[in-house]
């Protein structure tokens, strides 16, 4: 768990039951939050400012936040791996509609973001007389089942289908930005290591299509000589 | 405004610390004289816990790496890029430009792809060849030992190759190919497009005991904190500074070089961006190295007496001749890549194969040429990943849209399976290309601003043209499939806008006539004895070829002859 889900959970309560926390908790105020909820990822000055601004403010209500939430864990659904919340995609959301809500993103937050959430309970209505958050879960898959995919004979996709895609596309991203988002799809970088070529399974897998070759492959850095200090003769040959 | 003068006299001041500024601050420390290293931005050290951006997940960023603040993401490592707060420039009507500026120490250098290449001997003398554009006052040989010196001080990997206009150098072995670069040789190789491992300043060995060796993150763009790539901060300055003989000034915009009644420089003035105050400090000789745009504003900005339309502009050719690299580039999708098992393919930051040009331009209906480079494609997730989850399932005839399980396996299935490729070419110096003083418009220090003026003529668009055709074949003969459209002839066949690349060069061009040059071949004002330029500035063209190598290897050169101008005490 990092150091956002610790405080995340302490915050819900569901870690850590001391007294000391307790008291911590129910004397939460923005100062508090500002300085627990603070990403650290190299920013400038200027860059940090802008950041804790947005991370202190609300744009969505909270029956938006859960809206979103509810619509995220449709478009993909928990798994062995975690959920929307473990992934924080309601957090994206919620950062990204003041982040984008300039007048040169033309308003992001307020006319897709919000937008989307005001038709999608428009069609809920339409449908099952209530809004998104009180339809069932198949109630809202019938919905989807309409608005997900185009409709090749319309050079214009309806708004809803639009707003949906724009949705889609968030949640995807959000989710495989994440932690568990990122081990589910079983990137395995980012961390130091030694590259020596592709593995050998992995080249077997591709015999007869593509190949190393000899030639190329002996003028690669023998990587057992990588710490030695570097010396060359006089025609740029290297010679340790 | 009030000057505040309060600093002592130094041997040379040093105006911006990117890949000029910092080989000059390096070579003239070097050599024991007292310098005043000016930059416009704050200090930044790659190894800084703070500033650092380095193995970050994008989680990390509560806009997980998304491009607001920066125009590459928020892990990119430059502090700035096509617009600054509250520094403007303006543009002429119908014309286009797009200036990058990176106001920390070190400039750009912390955030480039570390392609190290040098220009080769037909690249100094192209109008010998096909009649256009100028020559450069030296040739290869000229140059030839300061790369040399370069690439055995800093390091790039690659390969003998024996190719006339790539010339070999001292080189570290490159990294092994990655799995879609294999397809690329395949491709190329069945195209008649040479292909051969790349060039980057990037330590595949070790070359010295105070810098690391690569760990293979894939993240030079994040400015390496073991200084296993190259950056001017971590490989110059910040080890300069140890030595005593240098004052940095960071945060501080130089605005112009003073001139005394005679018309030499006497040193520059500046604004402190923490007050916004003037100063001034004193040198005996003035080196600019505040990128080719930049030092070019300056000296328009330096009017007197004696050079009543700016500094070192006798000739008016100040601004004139500015030019990009050509750019454009196509996403491949390989079908034999799908489903792929997944594994650490990050690599170093950048490709580990190329192609180097390889056509004869007497057969085209282009001058000059182009080089092919290779995205990485088995990259780690940040904004935008996965915005159009299953956008492939069209190739196969399969429904796109949907969500659900089935929409999170699609991601997975095609998860590294394009492989994006792209051009870069040599343009042609045109006069009419140029930046010059907007005499309506001030930045937020009150400096008048650049206006800018560029076209690409057909040169430009016919090659562009020519890459296009090229990446269809490749795509083809890699097993693949080009995506989207090819653009079209009303679209420039997508050429990029001048700028975009970040090679902007040419604002100072060196030469022997001083009416049709602002430089000399020593990089030295023609006009005044003490004022070098030594960004890209006086580039006479830029090559197909990235231009920091030839940037450091002239300015180096021209710091030793700055050292023995002064032994001689002829400055």
New interface residues.
């Given amino acids: 768990m990092d150091r956002?889900d610790t405080i995340k959970n302490i915050l819900l309560g569901s870690i850590g039951s001391s007294v000391l926390l307790e008291s911590c908790v129910s004397s939460l105020d923005n100062k508090v939050l500002e300085k627990i909820w603070e990403?650290?990822?190299?920013r400038?000055p200027?860059?940090k400012e802008?950041?804790d601004k947005?991370?202190n403010s609300s744009f969505f209500s909270e029956s938006e936040l859960k809206t979103i939430e509810k619509i995220a864990n449709?478009?993909?659904?928990p798994?062995e791996f975690g959920d929307i919340n473990d992934a924080?995609v309601v957090?994206?959301f919620e950062?990204?509609a003041k982040?984008?809500s300039t007048p040169a993103h033309n308003k992001y937050g307020e006319n897709v973001l919000r937008r989307a959430l005001i038709v999608f309970d428009e069609l809920c209505i339409e449908k099952f007389d209530s809004k998104l958050l009180d339809c069932s879960e198949s109630q809202i898959k019938v919905l989807?089942d309409e608005i997900?995919?185009?409709d090749k004979s319309l050079k214009d996709q309806k708004e809803s289908v639009k707003l949906f895609?724009t949705y889609?596309?968030?949640i995807?991203?959000?989710?495989?930005?994440?932690?568990i988002?990122?081990k589910?799809?079983?990137?395995?970088?980012?961390?130091?290591?030694?590259?020596?070529?592709?593995?050998d399974?992995?080249l077997e897998?591709?015999k007869g299509?593509?190949?190393?070759d000899k030639e190329?492959?002996d003028?690669?850095?023998?990587q057992s000589?990588?710490?030695?200090?570097?010396e060359?003769d006089d025609k740029?040959?290297?010679i340790? | 405004m009030e000057i505040i003068n309060n600093s002592p006299k130094y041997d040379v001041i040093v105006v911006g610390s990117g890949a000029g500024g910092g080989m000059a601050t390096k070579i003239l420390s070097d050599a024991g004289l007292k310098i005043a290293l000016v930059e416009a931005g704050p200090y930044f050290d790659p190894a800084n816990a703070d500033q650092m951006t380095q193995l970050k997940w994008p989680w990390e960023s509560p806009r997980r790496g998304s491009g607001t603040t920066r125009a590459f993401g928020d892990f990119h490592m430059s502090y700035g890029d096509w617009e600054v707060d509250g520094e403007p420039y303006t543009i002429e009507k119908d014309t286009s430009f797009r200036w990058w500026r990176s106001r920390m120490l070190g400039g750009r250098t912390n955030h480039w792809g570390r392609i190290s290449l040098r220009f080769g001997p037909k690249d100094f003398k192209s109008k010998d060849y096909d009649g256009l554009g100028e020559n450069w006052p030296i040739s290869y040989e000229d140059i030839k030992p300061y790369y040399d010196k370069l690439d055995k001080l800093i390091g790039v990997f690659g390969t003998k190759e024996n190719i006339f206009n790539e010339p070999d150098g001292f080189f570290l072995p490159p990294p092994k190919p990655r799995l879609h670069e294999l397809f690329y040789i395949k491709g190329a190789r069945k195209s008649g497009v040479t292909v051969i491992p790349s060039r980057l300043s990037i330590l595949t060995k070790r070359i010295n005991n105070t810098r690391g060796v690569c760990f293979y993150c894939g993240q030079c763009d994040r400015s390496c904190s073991a200084y296993a790539d190259f950056s001017s901060s971590s490989c110059y300055v910040i080890p300069s500074l140890k030595g005593g003989t240098v004052d940095l000034f960071t945060d501080s915009m130089v605005v112009e070089v003073k001139t005394d009644k005679n018309g030499r420089a006497t040193g520059v003035s500046y604004i402190n961006k923490k007050n916004g105050r003037e100063y001034s400090i004193k040198g005996k000789i003035v080196v600019l190295a505040a990128s080719a745009c930049s030092s070019a504003r300056i000296l328009l900005n330096s009017k007197s007496k004696a050079h009543p339309n700016g500094l070192g502009n006798s000739s008016n050719l100040i601004g004139k001749y500015l030019h990009d690299t050509t750019g454009t580039g196509r996403s491949i999708f390989i079908p034999e890549l799908i489903n792929r098992k997944t594994y650490n393919e990050d690599g170093v930051g950048g490709m580990h194969v190329y192609s180097p040009w390889w056509l004869d331009n007497k057969k085209l209906d282009f001058p000059r040429g182009y080089h092919i480079e290779i995205d990485r494609s088995f990259t780690m997730p940040q904004y935008g990943f996965g915005y159009n989850p299953n956008e492939f399932n069209r190739f196969f005839g399969l429904k796109v849209g949907g969500y659900g399980d089935k929409l999170r396996q699609d991601v997975k299935k095609y998860y590294g399976s394009t492989i994006g490729i792209s051009g870069r070419g040599e343009a042609i110096p045109r006069k009419d290309n140029y930046c010059e003083i907007d005499p309506d418009t001030k930045d937020k220090w009150g400096i008048p601003v650049l206006k800018f003026r560029y076209k690409w003529s057909d040169h430009e668009i016919k090659q562009v043209k020519h890459m296009h055709d090229t990446f269809e074949e490749l795509a083809y003969n890699m097993g693949g499939i080009a995506l989207g459209n090819k653009p079209t002839k009303e679209q420039n066949y997508g050429i990029s806008a001048p700028g975009e690349i970040i090679h902007e060069v040419g604002t100072t061009r060196m030469g022997d006539d001083p009416y049709k040059s602002v430089v000399n071949k020593y990089e030295r004002l023609h006009d005044v004895d003490n004022v070098y330029v030594v960004d890209g500035g006086p580039f006479v063209s830029q090559a197909d070829k990235n231009p920091t190598w030839t940037i450091m290897a002239l300015s180096w050169r021209t710091s030793e002859h700055i050292i023995d101008q002064l032994k001689k005490q002829n400055i």
């Avoid at chain 1, 449709?74 to 659904?77: A, F, N, R, S, T």
Wanted: net charge negative; proline share 4%; hydrophobic share 35%.
């Fill in positions: 956002r990403y650290q990822y190299g400038t200027e860059e802008r950041d947005f991370l449709i478009v993909l659904p798994n924080g957090e994206m950062f990204i982040d984008w989807f997900s995919y185009e895609a889609r596309g968030m995807v991203t959000a989710y495989f930005t994440s932690e988002g990122i589910d799809l079983g990137y395995k970088g980012n961390t130091p290591n030694v590259w020596d070529g592709v593995p399974e992995v897998q591709y299509i593509v190949s190393y190329w492959i003028k690669c850095v023998d000589k990588r710490g030695d200090i570097a060359w740029g040959n290297l340790t």
